[in-house]
Protein backbone atom coordinates (compact mmCIF):
# COMPACT_ATOMS: atom_id res chain seq x y z
CA UNK A 1 0.00 0.00 0.00
CA UNK A 2 2.63 2.18 0.32
CA UNK A 3 4.36 1.70 -2.62
CA UNK A 4 0.72 2.53 -4.34
CA UNK A 5 0.44 5.55 -1.89
CA UNK A 6 3.54 7.01 -3.05
CA UNK A 7 3.57 6.44 -7.23
CA UNK A 8 0.11 7.97 -6.35
CA UNK A 9 2.03 10.99 -5.09
CA UNK A 10 4.30 11.32 -7.91
CA UNK A 11 1.54 11.63 -10.47
CA UNK A 12 -0.52 14.25 -8.38
CA UNK A 13 2.90 16.08 -7.33
CA UNK A 14 3.45 16.63 -11.28
CA UNK A 15 -0.42 17.06 -12.30
CA UNK A 16 -0.99 19.38 -9.48
CA UNK A 17 2.29 20.86 -8.37
CA UNK A 18 0.93 24.00 -6.02
CA UNK A 19 -1.34 21.39 -4.19
CA UNK A 20 -0.70 19.83 -0.72
CA UNK A 21 -1.87 16.04 -0.52
CA UNK A 22 -3.74 14.39 2.38
CA UNK A 23 -4.16 10.73 2.45
CA UNK A 24 -6.62 9.34 4.82
CA UNK A 25 -6.83 5.02 5.41
CA UNK A 26 -9.48 2.87 7.23
CA UNK A 27 -7.52 0.59 9.23
CA UNK A 28 -9.53 -0.23 11.19
CA UNK A 29 -9.24 -3.43 13.28
CA UNK A 30 -12.88 -4.37 13.27
CA UNK A 31 -12.48 -5.63 9.55
CA UNK A 32 -10.89 -9.36 10.86
CA UNK A 33 -13.55 -9.84 13.99
CA UNK A 34 -16.18 -12.05 13.55
CA UNK A 35 -19.59 -12.86 15.53
CA UNK A 36 -18.88 -16.15 17.31
CA UNK A 37 -20.92 -18.85 15.20
CA UNK A 38 -21.08 -15.92 12.30
CA UNK A 39 -21.46 -16.88 9.19
CA UNK A 40 -18.26 -16.70 7.20
CA UNK A 41 -17.84 -18.70 3.72
CA UNK A 42 -14.03 -18.52 3.94
CA UNK A 43 -12.75 -21.28 6.44
CA UNK A 44 -16.57 -23.50 4.83
CA UNK A 45 -15.76 -26.50 3.12
CA UNK A 46 -18.15 -28.34 0.87
CA UNK A 47 -16.90 -32.11 2.22
CA UNK A 48 -18.37 -34.21 4.48
CA UNK A 49 -15.77 -34.19 8.05
CA UNK A 50 -13.21 -32.05 8.56
CA UNK A 51 -12.58 -29.26 11.30
CA UNK A 52 -15.29 -26.00 9.97
CA UNK A 53 -16.46 -23.92 12.55
CA UNK A 54 -19.51 -24.68 14.12
CA UNK A 55 -21.82 -21.59 12.53
CA UNK A 56 -25.24 -20.84 13.16
CA UNK A 57 -28.49 -21.45 10.83
CA UNK A 58 -29.91 -18.57 8.51
CA UNK A 59 -32.86 -17.58 7.49
CA UNK A 60 -33.36 -16.93 3.58
CA UNK A 61 -34.40 -13.29 3.46
CA UNK A 62 -34.19 -13.01 -0.34
CA UNK A 63 -33.23 -14.87 -2.91
CA UNK A 64 -31.24 -13.72 -6.56
CA UNK A 65 -32.71 -14.34 -9.93
CA UNK A 66 -30.86 -17.61 -10.04
CA UNK A 67 -32.89 -21.05 -9.52
CA UNK A 68 -32.96 -21.25 -5.96
CA UNK A 69 -32.80 -24.66 -3.67
CA UNK A 70 -33.75 -22.79 -0.52
CA UNK A 71 -37.36 -19.73 -0.60
CA UNK A 72 -37.74 -16.83 1.16
CA UNK A 73 -38.44 -17.77 5.01
CA UNK A 74 -36.49 -21.43 4.67
CA UNK A 75 -33.74 -21.96 7.69
CA UNK A 76 -30.53 -22.71 5.98
CA UNK A 77 -28.25 -24.81 7.86
CA UNK A 78 -24.33 -24.71 7.23
CA UNK A 79 -24.00 -28.08 7.98
CA UNK A 80 -24.94 -31.33 6.41
CA UNK A 81 -27.60 -33.14 8.29
CA UNK A 82 -28.20 -37.11 7.53
CA UNK A 83 -31.70 -35.97 5.39
CA UNK A 84 -28.92 -33.73 2.71
CA UNK A 85 -28.11 -35.45 -0.30
CA UNK A 86 -24.50 -34.52 -0.02
CA UNK A 87 -21.31 -32.66 -1.70
CA UNK A 88 -22.84 -31.56 -5.50
CA UNK A 89 -19.46 -32.91 -6.85
CA UNK A 90 -19.81 -36.58 -5.47
CA UNK A 91 -21.45 -39.39 -8.00
CA UNK A 92 -24.85 -40.79 -5.62
CA UNK A 93 -23.06 -43.54 -4.69
CA UNK A 94 -19.86 -41.60 -3.14
CA UNK A 95 -22.15 -39.52 -1.38
CA UNK A 96 -23.01 -42.20 0.34
CA UNK A 97 -19.87 -43.84 0.59
CA UNK A 98 -18.43 -40.72 2.26
CA UNK A 99 -21.23 -39.72 4.52
CA UNK A 100 -20.11 -42.43 7.11
CA UNK A 101 -16.28 -42.82 8.78
CA UNK A 102 -14.54 -45.60 7.84
CA UNK A 103 -11.61 -47.58 9.20
CA UNK A 104 -8.41 -46.22 7.37
CA UNK A 105 -5.91 -48.52 9.25
CA UNK A 106 -4.54 -45.63 11.02
CA UNK A 107 -4.29 -46.20 15.06
CA UNK A 108 -4.27 -43.45 17.58
CA UNK A 109 -3.72 -44.09 20.99
CA UNK A 110 -5.11 -41.39 23.51
CA UNK A 111 -3.74 -41.23 27.26
CA UNK A 112 -5.95 -38.49 28.72
CA UNK A 113 -7.72 -35.21 26.23
CA UNK A 114 -8.43 -32.07 28.21
CA UNK A 115 -11.26 -32.93 30.17
CA UNK A 116 -9.68 -36.03 31.66
CA UNK A 117 -6.91 -33.61 32.81
CA UNK A 118 -9.70 -30.88 34.01
CA UNK A 119 -11.30 -33.43 36.13
CA UNK A 120 -8.11 -34.89 37.69
CA UNK A 121 -6.62 -31.16 38.53
CA UNK A 122 -10.58 -30.51 40.16
CA UNK A 123 -10.38 -33.71 42.06
CA UNK A 124 -6.95 -32.70 43.23
CA UNK A 125 -8.21 -29.34 44.12
CA UNK A 126 -6.43 -27.41 41.81
Known amino acids: MSLQIEDIFDVVSI ?13 SSGHGKKMHNGLNATPMSAKYGGAQPKMRNTVINEVGPYQP ?3 V ?3 QQMVFSESDE ?8 GRDIYKVDFFTGEIKILTKNKKMILDELKSKGF
Open 15 to 27: VYPNCDFLVLMDQ
Open 86 to 93: GPYYLQPS
Open 73 to 75: GDT
Open 69 to 71: HLN
